[in-house]
Each structure stands twice: as structure tokens, then as C-alpha cells.
């Protein structure tokens, strides 16, 4: 029987992950200290690693697919295929970026003022890339971790990512310029993604991923409406909404089933009912494809 090989990040993004899966009918079991959790279809083997490293293995053909982040990516250099852009992470779901940042007090305002400098960072080759770019010489040194609190003693800037900037600000940095936009990537091995089962396979589990995530900020609305206050509900609805109007036992009533994002509602439900809607049931989703 043919089966995927499927990197899972280890780490950051592990729970969120595998909730993700959860959520898009998968259930994965990740036992204590095992690098290799249990999911509930035959057709796919999970590894966890660490999502630094996921990019180049795929590469290589040691894994099929994985989860990952662009910036590890741009990183490696990895030659890979992209299946699917994945937009979350470990808390919210934006963008992230790294930053090269250096303490407020720093003369430091632009790239070319990094010359002779030292820059901390786990991104040494993009930063080094980003370097060369800006025909600008300075120390590049790889950071092991808590790389915010080593300027200005141990780094004159640093390169790290950040989704809002809080931390950077906490503690007395500010952010020169951005080197890298990164969210989640769902990607392939070349080889494998040629093979018809195992593209198959993947572009299943991107359609269920890409489902829960746009799930997330939308509600489903069901609600009951005599025939001649329809125009009136329909009215309110956002222009490119399409619901789902049957009829009911009664003929001079119909009921109506849309799908809205969910921050209109606060406004949208008080402005139904006042138009004529009865019986408004606002109800969660668990996937949305369109």
C-alpha cells in the first residue's frame, strides 16, 4: 500500500498543529518522548521535526510533505513544492516577520550602518543574504535562543521574528527594517508530488486544512421569514452572500441558511430581526470550502 510521509513541526507549532488536524477529521496521538505520532489513517506516516529542518528533508526526499514556515524555506534555499499557503501559528493567525531590530539608543537606521557590526540571529542565512543585497560586511552569529536581551552587550543589532513587535518593545528595541514576510506552507518533495496518489493524497488533506481555517472566523445564520419581508432580510446581507432560501409547511414563509463572517453578526442579527427575521439560530462551523 502506498503511503505519505508527513512532517509535522515539533515544537511552537506542534499543538496547534495537530489540533488543526483534529479539526479537519484527522486524530493524531503523540506519545511522550516518541518522534513518530500515531494518526488514524493508513495512507499517512507523521514524523515530528523541528520546523527548521522539515524544509530540507522534504527536499531530499526523506519526507514526502511537511508543515513549515516560508522563512525556513528562504532559509535553506530549499527546492520544494508548494501545495497550500496555511496562515496560523502558534497563537494568532497572521503573517510574522523577521525584523532586524537594535536597541532605541542605537545609531544604527539603516542597513548600510551594519557595516563592521555584529548581528545575533537564527536566521544566518537570510541574514546574510539580506547582507549582501545591501553590499554592507558585518559578523553574523548564529543565536541559540532569548535573542532579544543580547543587544547592545553581545550584538550590536539582531534578526528576529516577530508577529506584533511587544516583545522587541519590552525590551528597548526598535525595528529597522524587515527582511522576511513568513506564514505556514503545506509542501512536497518534487518527486513526490508527481506521484499521482501521493498528490492526490496531499491535495485531500490541503483542501481539509485550508477548510478549518476559514471556518474559523465565520458562523452559519439560519433563520425564518414571511415571504413579504424577504427583500427587506436579503437587503441586509452582505451584496456577495448567496443563502440558501426553501420553503416551509406554511407557503407565505421560507427559511433562509447563509454563511457570514462572523464579526457582523453583533450588528447584523438586532438589524434582521427589526426587518422581519424570526427564529435566528447562529451557529459555529467546523470547515467552509468554497
Known amino acids: 500500500m502506498s503511503v505519505l510521509r508527513l512532517a509535522l513541526p515539533k515544537g511552537s507549532l ?7 488536524f483534529r479539526r479537519a477529521g484527522y486524530k493524531i496521538d503523540i506519545h511522550s518522548r516518541s518522534y513518530y505520532p500515531e494518526i488514524d489513517d493508513p495512507e499517512i506516516e ?3 521535526i523541528r520546523a527548521q529542518e522539515i524544509a530540507r528533508y522534504v527536499e531530499t526526499g526523506i519526507m514526502d510533505a ?3 514556515g516560508y522563512d525556513w524555506i528562504v532559509e535553506n534555499s530549499a527546492d520544494v513544492v508548494e501545495i497550500a499557503e496555511l496562515v496560523y501559528g502558534k497563537v494568532g493567525r497572521h503573517p510574522l516577520r523577521w525584523v532586524l531590530a537594535v536597541p532605541n539608543d542605537s545609531p544604527i537606521h539603516r542597513a548600510q550602518d551594519l557595516e563592521g557590526k555584529r548581528i545575533a540571529t537564527e536566521a544566518i542565512g537570510m541574514t546574510q543574504r539580506y547582507l549582501q ?10 543565536s541559540w535562543g532569548a535573542t532579544e ?6 550584538a550590536d543589532a539582531i534578526v528576529e521574528i516577530t508577529e506584533t513587535g511587544s516583545s522587541l518593545k519590552a525590551n528597548n528595541l526598535r525595528i529597522v527594517d524587515t527582511l522576511c514576510e513568513t506564514t505556514t506552507r ?3 518533495n518534487r518527486d513526490a508530488a508527481k506521484d499521482p496518489f501521493k498528490r492526490r493524497k496531499m491535495e485531500s488533506i490541503a483542501l481539509l486544512l485550508k477548510a478549518v481555517l476559514e471556518a474559523e472566523n465565520k458562523v452559519g445564520l439560519m433563520l425564518n421569514v414571511h415571504q413579504k419581508n424577504l427583500q427587506a432580510v436579503l437587503d441586509i446581507l452582505p451584496a456577495l452572500q448567496r443563502p440558501t432560501v426553501s420553503s416551509l409547511s406554511d407557503p407565505e414563509w421560507l427559511s433562509l441558511n447563509t454563511v457570514l463572517d462572523a464579526s457582523l453578526m453583533r450588528d447584523m442579527i438586532p438589524a434582521l430581526k427589526e426587518a422581519g427575521a424570526v427564529g435566528l439560530v447562529e451557529y459555529k462551523l467546523n470547515k467552509v470550502v468554497f
Open 46 to 48: 507523521c514524523m515530528l
Open 14 to 20: 506542534e499543538s496547534t498543529t495537530v489540533e488543526m
Open 133 to 142: 543585497k545591501h553590499q554592507v560586511n558585518a559578523k553574523v552569529e548564529f
Open 66 to 68: 511537511g508543515l513549515t
Open 149 to 154: 536581551v543580547k543587544p547592545p552587550h553581545l
Open 186 to 188: 503545506f509542501i512536497a
